[in-house]
C-alpha cells in the first residue's frame, strides 16, 4: 500500500508540474506576440510623429546570397587585444572583421553618411589635406556629405568629390577663445540634425579637422552610438584618465569609475544617438556654465561622462584617432586617421 501510495503522489506532482511548464508556455508566447504587435504599433505611430527618425538601417544585416568570403573562425583571431567591451559591444581592430563583407550588406541600404569637422580660425588650414584624403579613405562607394563649420567660407578649399559626396559650407561667426569653438560644437551639431538632417541622413560622424586619413574608415564603424578610443591612455589606468574630478561639474566621473577614455575628436553613430549625445552634452555644459565651471577638457570631459552612463554600442580602437607624433604600437596594424602634428601658438586664438 505505501508503495502505491508514493507512485500515485509521483503521478500526481508530476501532472502538476507538466500543467504549471504547459502554462508558463503559453503565457510565453502570447506575451512574445503582444509585445511584438506593440511593437510594430509603436514604430507606426513614430513615422507620423515629425520628430521621428529613419531607424531601419541599424535592425537587419541582409548579406547577398552567394557572397564568398574567408570562413570566419570562433577560435583563432587576435589575441593582443580585445575585441569586446564588457558590455558586448564590439572594439574594432584591424583583423577583427571583413571589409567586403559589410560592404556588402550596407550598400543595398543606400545609407547616407554625414560628417560634421569645424575648421574655425586658422583651423582652416587643416581643411584641403581632410577633406583630399576622407575622398580616399572614408566610407569610399558610399554617400557622405560633409558639413564644414567655419567663420572663413570664402577660404574653404575646392576639392574634387566622388559622384554621391557632397560638401556643405556651414558659416559661423568667429570666437576669441578656442575652448568656447570647442564647447558651442555640440550645439551647432544638434541643431545641424535638427534643422538639416533629419529625413536626410542615416549615420554622423564628428570628426576633428586638423586630421588626416591613412586608411580605410568604413562600414565597419557604423552603430548606433559610436565612441573612440584615445590613443594617449589606452594603456593606462583609469585613475589616470583626464576625466573631470570636480563633483560640482555634470561632467564629473568619480574614481574608480569610467570604462575608457574616449576622444572628443571623433563620435557618431546613428542620428537619433548622435543627437541626443549633442543634447544632452550642451544641456549639461551649459549648466555648467551657470555656476562658473568649465570642464577639464570642455566637450570631451562631458562626452566621456555621457559615455559612461550611456554606453556605446560600438567602440573604434585608437586605429580610428591616432596622433602623428606618437610612435605606433605593436597592436596598432593600420593608423586609420591620425592628428597632425601642429603648433598650437600659431593657430589658436588664445
Ligand atoms: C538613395 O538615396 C538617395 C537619397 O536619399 C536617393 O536620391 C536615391 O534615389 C536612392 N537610390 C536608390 C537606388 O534607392
Ligand atoms: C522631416 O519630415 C517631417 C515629416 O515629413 C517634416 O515635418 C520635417 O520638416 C522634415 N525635416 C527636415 C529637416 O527635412
Known amino acids: ?91 574594432v581592430w584591424e583583423g577583427t572583421f571583413d571589409s567586403g563583407l559589410l560592404d556588402s550588406i550596407y550598400r543595398p541600404k543606400n545609407i547616407t553618411v554625414a ?23 572614408f566610407f569610399v562607394g558610399f554617400r557622405v556629405h560633409v558639413y564644414v563649420f567655419t567663420d572663413r567660407p570664402n577660404e574653404v578649399p575646392q576639392v574634387k568629390m566622388a559622384a554621391g559626396r557632397q560638401l556643405t559650407v556651414m558659416p ?38 586638423d586630421s588626416k586619413f591613412h586608411g580605410r574608415w568604413g562600414t565597419e564603424s557604423l552603430g548606433g552610438l559610436v565612441a573612440v578610443i584615445h590613443p594617449g591612455y589606452y594603456r593606462n589606468e583609469r585613475s589616470k584618465f583626464p576625466y573631470e574630478r570636480r563633483p560640482a561639474s555634470r561632467a564629473y566621473v568619480a574614481p574608480g569609475e569610467g570604462d575608457f577614455y574616449y576622444c572628443g575628436g571623433a563620435f557618431g553613430g546613428l542620428l537619433q544617438e548622435v543627437h541626443l549625445l549633442a543634447k544632452t552634452c550642451r544641456q549639461n555644459f551649459e549648466a555648467d556654465a551657470k555656476v562658473g565651471i568649465e570642464a577639464a577638457w570642455q566637450e570631451e570631459s562631458h562626452l566621456n561622462r555621457y559615455m559612461w552612463i550611456n554606453k556605446p554600442s560600438k567602440v573604434l580602437s585608437p586605429e580610428y584617432l591616432w596622433q602623428d607624433f606618437k610612435s605606433k604600437n605593436p597592436e596598432i596594424q593600420i593608423i586609420r586617421f591620425s592628428g597632425v602634428v601642429k603648433n598650437y601658438a600659431d593657430i589658436r586664438p588664445n
Not at 560628417?115 to 579613405?137: H, P, R, S
Open 1 to 91: 500500500m505505501p508503495l502505491i501510495n508514493g507512485k500515485a503522489v509521483t503521478a500526481v506532482l508530476l501532472i502538476a508540474l507538466l500543467l504549471v511548464i504547459l502554462y508558463c508556455y503559453v503565457s510565453q508566447s502570447y506575451r512574445v506576440v503582444l509585445s511584438f504587435q506593440e511593437k510594430s504599433k509603436a514604430t507606426e505611430d513614430d513615422t507620423s510623429d515629425p520628430e521621428a527618425f529613419v531607424t531601419r538601417h541599424e535592425l537587419h544585416l541582409v548579406s547577398p546570397d552567394h557572397l564568398r568570403y574567408k570562413q570566419p573562425s570562433i577560435v583563432q583571431g587576435r589575441t593582443d587585444v580585445v575585441a569586446v567591451t564588457p558590455w558586448l559591444a564590439p572594439v
Open 115 to 137: 560628417a560634421t569637422v569645424f575648421a574655425v580660425g586658422k583651423y582652416i588650414m587643416f581643411l584641403k589635406d581632410f577633406l583630399e584624403t576622407a575622398e580616399k579613405y
Open 172 to 209: 559661423v561667426p568667429s570666437s576669441n577663445r578656442w575652448q568656447e569653438i570647442s564647447a558651442r560644437r555640440m550645439e551647432l551639431i544638434q541643431t545641424l540634425i535638427e534643422k538639416k538632417l533629419r529625413n536626410h541622413t542615416d549615420y554622423i560622424f564628428c570628426l576633428d579637422v
